[in-house]
C-alpha cells in the first residue's frame, strides 16, 4: 500500500493534463481516529446493469462508502487515507452466502464457526445468512463477528428449523403445531434479532400459514425446505419469500408415478435392501423427468407470478447429497484448504453413509436435471439466490460459494447473472438492500478486489487480490493464518 500523498500528485497530475471537466466530490477531513480508504481504479462490477465499469477512485470513510469517481470525475482524498491502488483490477460487491448453519453442523466435529471466519472472509464471503440454528449460540457468533470485522463476515441470523413433530433434526428444530402459538413464536424470536424464518421438511400447512402471515407483519423473510406436508405449490400460493434447494422445485414436478420417499416414521419399519431398492426407483424416474409437461410449467408461472426466490444450493447436491462417494469431491482441491478436524470429519461421515455405488450414473443423471430445472428457471424470470449449506458436508466454508456459481454457469446462467444472484438478489433477502449488494455512495464498504475479470470467466471470482469488510482492507493470505490447520 502506498501512503496518499505521493499518489495524489501523480494521479491528479496525470488527469489534470486530460481537457476534462474535474468534478470534485467528497471533501471533508476528518477525525484522525476515522479510518479512510481510496481504492484507485480499476473497473467495478454495477449489480442492477451486470456489466463492469471502468472507475477512478472509490473513497471509504469508516464503514461506508462515501463517493465513487467513474471516468471524467475527480476526487480529492480523505488526508492519511489508505490507498489501494487497483488499477487493471476488478471489484465485486462481497459474496453474500444465502444459506449456512454456523452451530449444528460445527456442533458434530467440535469446531466453533469462529474457527472458520476468515476462511469466508478470505474468500470474498462478507455477509452470511444462516438459515436454521440454535440461536443463543447463533447469537453470540454473530455478535462475535460483529466485534470482530477484520476476520469475520457479517450474520444475519435465522430462527431454527420450524418442524412438525417429532423434528426431523430434534437438535436444531422448534416444533411447532398449533397456529395459535405462532405469533408468540415470531415475536420470541425477532427479540433475538431472527431476519429469517425457515419452514422445514414437516411442518404442516396451517403452521406454515400462520409463520408466513406473522413474519411478514414484522418485516420478516420466510424460506423453505420443503418435503412431506406442505407443497411448494401450497406455499407459494400462501406467500412464501423462497424455497432452499433446487429439490425443494423438482420435487414437486416428478410426474404422479414416481414412487414416495417416506417420512423417517414409516423409512424405520423398512429394510436397508427396500430402501436401496425404493432409492434405485425414484432415481430412475428423476433421472428422465421432462420438463416440458405441465406441471412444471405451471410451478414456473407461479414463482414468476408470486415473486418467489429459489436458492438452488447446487453444491450441496453434488458435494453430500448426490456424489459424495467420487474422487471429484472426496479430494477436491477445494479440501486442502480447510481444517483438517473439518475434513476428517466429513469423510468420516461419508463412510457411516455409504450410497449404493451402483448407481453413479443415475445419480449423475439426477444432478444434470437440478441444473436444467435452475437454467430454466433463470430463462423464465425467476429470481434466483446463491447459497451453499456449507459446512455440511464437502461443502467448504467461502469456497463453496464458488462453487455453486460455476455449477450456476454451468447450469445457463451468464457470469454477470450469477454474479447479481450473489449480490443484489442474495442483499434483498437478508432486507439489507440499502445497505449492500452493489457498490455505491451510502454503502457498506463490503468488496471484493480480483485479478481478473469474473465475466470473462466466473471462476475468476476465486482470484482475489484483496478483501475489504466494512472498510477494513484484508490480504487473504493473512486472514488464511488464522484458520487451524
Ligand atoms: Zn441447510
Not at 98 to 104: G, K, R, Y
Not at 265 to 294: N, S, Y
Not at 438 to 458: F, M, R, T, W
Request: aromatic share 6%; with cysteine.
Amino acid at each position: 500500500m502506498k501512503k496518499l500523498t505521493g499518489l495524489v500528485t501523480g494521479w491528479l497530475g496525470r488527469w489534470l493534463g486530460i481537457a476534462v471537466l474535474a468534478a470534485f466530490l467528497g471533501l471533508r477531513v476528518f477525525a484522525a481516529e476515522t479510518p479512510a480508504l481510496v481504492i484507485q481504479g480499476g473497473k467495478l462490477f454495477d449489480s442492477s446493469s451486470g456489466h463492469m465499469v471502468p472507475f477512478r477512485a472509490i473513497v471509504i470513510e469508516g464503514d461506508r462508502i462515501k463517493t465513487i469517481a467513474f471516468e471524467g470525475q475527480t476526487v480529492v482524498a480523505p488526508p492519511g487515507a489508505q490507498v489501494v491502488d487497483a488499477r487493471g483490477k476488478f471489484l465485486i460487491p462481497g459474496l453474500i452466502d444465502a444459506h449456512v448453519h454456523l452451530v449444528h453442523v460445527l456442533r458434530s466435529v467440535q469446531m466453533t464457526a469462529d474457527e472458520i471466519f476468515p476462511l469466508f472472509l478470505a474468500n470474498g464471503v462478507t455477509t452470511l445468512r444462516d438459515v436454521g440454528d440454535e440461536v443463543v449460540a447463533e447469537k453470540l457468533l454473530r455478535n462475535y463477528a460483529a466485534e470482530h470485522p477484520g476476520h469475520s463476515p457479517r450474520v444475519i441470523m435465522g430462527s431454527p428449523l420450524i418442524d412438525g413433530n417429532p423434528p426431523y433434526h430434534s437438535f436444531v428444530s422448534w416444533a411447532l403445531t398449533e397456529p395459535e402459538k405462532v405469533a408468540a413464536f415470531v415475536d420470541e424470536m425477532i427479540k433475538w434479532d431472527v431476519q429469517t424464518f425457515k419452514l422445514y421438511v414437516g411442518v404442516k400447512r396451517p403452521v406454515g400459514q400462520a409463520i408466513i402471515k406473522e413474519a411478514h407483519r414484522r418485516g420478516k423473510w420466510v424460506t423453505a425446505h420443503l418435503a412431506w406436508n406442505y407443497t411448494a405449490q401450497e406455499a407459494v400460493a400462501d406467500g412464501i419469500d423462497s424455497l432452499e434447494h433446487i429439490d425443494s422445485v423438482f420435487s414437486f414436478v416428478l410426474p404422479p408415478e414416481t414412487p414416495r420417499w417416506p417420512p423417517p416414521a414409516e423409512r424405520a419399519g423398512m429394510t436397508a435392501a427396500a430402501l436401496t431398492d425404493l432409492q434405485r426407483r425414484i432415481l430412475e424416474v428423476k433421472a428422465r423427468v421432462d420438463f416440458t409437461q405441465p406441471a412444471t410449467t405451471e410451478m414456473v408461472a407461479a414463482l414468476v407470478r408470486n415473486k418467489v426466490a429459489i436458492d438452488p444450493t447446487l453444491v450441496v447436491y453434488r458435494n453430500w447429497m448426490l456424489l459424495h462417494d467420487q474422487p471429484e469431491v472426496q479430494q477436491h482441491p477445494d479440501l486442502g484448504q480447510i481444517p483438517a478436524r473439518l475434513r476428517e470429519g466429513w469423510l468420516l461421515s461419508a463412510q457411516s453413509s455409504p450410497i449404493d455405488p451402483t448407481t453413479v450414473d443415475l445419480r449423475r443423471r439426477q444432478l444434470a436435471k437440478l441444473q436444467e430445472l435452475t437454467g430454466l428457471l433463470y430463462r423464465s424470470g425467476v429470481e434466483l439466490l446463491v447459497g451453499t449449506d456449507t459446512p455440511v458436508q464437502f461443502c467448504p466454508p467461502g469456497l463453496a460459494l464458488h462453487q455453486e456459481l460455476e455449477l450456476l454457469v454451468a447450469s445457463g446462467l451468464p457470469p454477470e447473472a450469477a454474479l447479481i444472484a450473489a449480490t443484489r438478489n442474495n442483499a434483498r433477502a437478508i432486507g439489507q438492500t440499502a445497505n449492500l449488494g452493489s457498490l455505491e455512495p451510502g454503502k457498506l464498504a463490503d468488496l471484493v478486489i480480483l485479478n481478473a475479470d469474473p465475466l470473462q470467466d466466473i471462476r475468476n471470482t476465486r482470484a482475489i487480490f484483496r478483501v475489504v469488510r466494512s472498510g477494513l482492507v484484508g490480504d487473504p493470505a493473512t486472514l488464511l493464518q488464522r484458520v487451524p490447520k
